[in-house]
């Protein structure tokens, strides 16, 4: 694919000789690094704020109508399924730091739109739903640059322990975040809720304006061209090691991670606990995630061997889980099921992004993005018609077995790419990059 001349320093990479050590404290020397993760805490913890106060909101408008707060979460997230090949496609085009800022800046403005209504008084169900949908398309946007940016961040050597320090600030801000929003409704409101989530949203912008251009492993933008989305796609199924990441992301996400259903549904009816039950066991499994993503960012370079040998122990402990015979037995044993789930994400997160050509990676990782999340609204009926005909603990354990399954089925088809010379592209080699045809959009 043929690039633009590039200016002297802007956007060329940098030369720097990147260390061949991975753990965590390396990619926390990088500056630039450094005010990213301070940001997304922030950003991300205010994220969690507003999604328990707009869950609460929705249920206080309509007198607590789960049919609403169900629509309200569909078109939340339906234009991550729709829109985020778009959204990669743009990461691609321009500058992530760009890209990011526009759509930090309009998530900001929309939360602080539900802050003002509410606050206010003329917050009406409408309005939720029209923000709501906003909100999801922009995320679309959002995603798919937020994940390829790490690596320019960061470079090829320490891009594990990025993203396993990333999934580490995930889930402290899943745990704080949640209990920050509570207090903030019980105290002022849902409206100062959403207001302090806009405020978190600033301290993303205000990293990205704070990085230093010439410290980035910044990569050429693509050059427009017709045929690009389907170049994206193209590559994903014809490199089996991605596709088979790819597949095995989407089939545990869809049938085993969606916790929502599995978790609520095994506290309720399994266990009878009520909210505070519920609670405890998103708490253990967030913990479990958190060790995951410690030890995720200290392995250093990711293997696929690891991520096979994760994907079939998680499904094994989930399976497990499901035998538990009592509550507290059930809570302990989430822990080692948030442990490899973590582990499955974070090291398929690095090797899509390490097999990835850098003018291709935008487009890629949207289709990470969808495979994570955009299975739920597949699973969650699957999984709740199984729960209704044999129970809660056998819905958990057939996402188990069908992980156990997905583990396998990727293995082999990786193997099988193997003996036919699949190799992966990468940045390193660029006889393996692939430019989007001339042959249509």
Known sequence: MSTPPLPP????????RTSTRSGPLEAL?????RLFLVGQLLSVSG?????????????????????????????????????SSWGGLLADRYSKRLVLTVTQSVLALTA?????????????LAHVYILAGLMGIVTAVDNPARQSFLIELVGRERLPAAVGLNSATFNVSRMVGPAIGGALIALVGAGPAFLANAASFLAVIASIALMR??????????????????????????????????G??????????????????????????????YGA??????????????????????AVAYLLLAAAAFGIAEVVAALMPTYGTFV???????????????????????????????????VFVMATAGGMPVGGPVLGYVSERFGPAAALAFGGWVSLAAACGAGLAVWRGGRAGDQAASPENPSDRVAAGPDGP
């Open 213 to 246: 251009k010439d410290s980035l492993f910044a990569e050429p933008p693509t050059v427009r061209a017709r045929g690009q989305i389907r170049a994206g796609w193209s590559y994903v199924v014809r490199n089996r090691r991605v596709g088979s990441t790819l």
């Open 248 to 277: 095995l992301v989407f089939v545990t996400s869809t049938f085993a991670m969606n916790w929502p259903v599995l978790l609520a549904l095994s506290a309720r009816a399994t266990y009878d606990t009520g909210a505070q039950g």
């Open 332 to 366: 302990v044993a989430l822990v080692p099921v948030g442990f490899l789930a973590l582990s499955v994400n974070t090291t398929a997160n690095s090797l899509i992004q390490m097999s990835t050509p850098y003018e291709l990676r935008g487009r890629v990782m949207s």
């Open 112 to 124: 602080a739109a539900l802050g003002v209504l509410a606050v206010t008084g003329h917050l009406a």
């Open 47 to 83: 994220t969690w704020v507003q999604r328990v106060a707009q869950d609460w909101l929705v249920l206080d408008l309509t007198h607590g109508s789960g049919v609403a707060l169900g629509v309200v979460s569909a078109v939340q997230y339906t234009p991550m399924m729709l829109l």
């Open 281 to 302: 066991l998103l708490t253990a499994l967030a913990v479990g995630s958190l060790v995951g993503a410690l030890v995720s960012a200290w392995r250093g370079a990711p």
């Open 29 to 33: 020397r990088l500056r630039n690094y």
């Open 9 to 16: 320093r802007a956007g060329r990479p940098s030369r720097r």
